[in-house]
């Protein structure tokens, strides 16, 4: 059974200081992996997704096979950074149906 | 466009009423998802259509809860004898399917479901 974790429930940090939201999954395959965010009073929605190799908002994130982590990192944060932050693993050729983590609360003190 | 609506954004129901929630997908959305969301908790599944079909119901916690999406666009997740373990976020997320866009999910707002 596939399973995400995510370790922190808060993670309270300073404007400028780096971050780093820990993702660990349990999966026998090669996982689809992705970070959604839900900023106050708006809805869940991606921030990034690991087979786009992108940087959203200075946010980035590697898939890390051999310690089956999906952390999700930023150098220097930002007051707007701070949300609830969920990640996603998806089981490739299947029904797209995610499995979330519980999520941590960044707060991102001035 | 329009994003995926979720109705009514707030609900309160007497334990043991039936309760409906209605999504309204973004259009031309083949994937339709419903997830739980209880406090303090990530988001999980409960059921998956594509178009009118119902591929995975594997999510739905009893048989109290109950789905549809009959022409394939507007959902419908009906709760049947509500009891105080339903209350929770409600959310409804609709994906394209796209190969180039792939499987993100677009989610509502959700509907707060309290029972008292």
């Known amino acids: 059974a596939q399973r995400v974790t995510q370790p922190e429930k808060l993670l309270s940090v300073f404007k400028g200081a780096p971050v780093e939201l820990k993702c660990n999954y349990s999966?026998?395959?090669?996982?689809?992996l992705f970070w959604y965010v839900q900023y106050s009073r708006q809805r869940l929605q991606l921030l990034l997704r690991h087979i786009s190799r992108e940087s959203i908002k200075g946010f980035t994130a590697d898939l890390n096979k051999g310690e089956t982590s999906f952390h999700l990192k930023k150098p220097f944060a930002q007051e707007e950074d701070s949300a609830m932050y969920y990640c996603a693993l998806e089981a490739p050729g299947g029904s797209y149906i995610p499995t979330f983590g519980r999520g941590t609360s960044l707060i991102v003190h001035p | 466009g329009a994003g995926v609506s979720q109705s009514p954004r707030y609900k309160v129901a007497k334990r043991g009423q039936d309760v409906a929630l209605r999504c309204d997908p973004i259009?031309?959305?083949?994937?339709l998802f419903w997830y739980q969301q209880a406090l303090g908790q990530g988001p999980e599944f409960l059921t998956y259509?594509?178009?009118?079909?119902?591929?995975?119901k594997s999510g739905l916690p009893s048989d109290r809860f109950f789905a549809e999406r009959p022409e394939g666009s507007v959902s419908t997740l009906k709760i049947q004898r509500t009891q105080q373990e339903d209350s929770a976020v409600y959310l409804c997320a609709s994906s394209p399917r796209d190969p180039d866009l792939g499987n993100i999910q677009y989610f509502g707002a959700g509907t707060r479901l309290s029972v008292l």
């Open positions: 999966y026998s395959g090669s996982p689809e």
């Open positions: 259509f594509q178009n009118e079909a119902q591929l995975d």
């Open positions: 259009s031309g959305h083949v994937s």
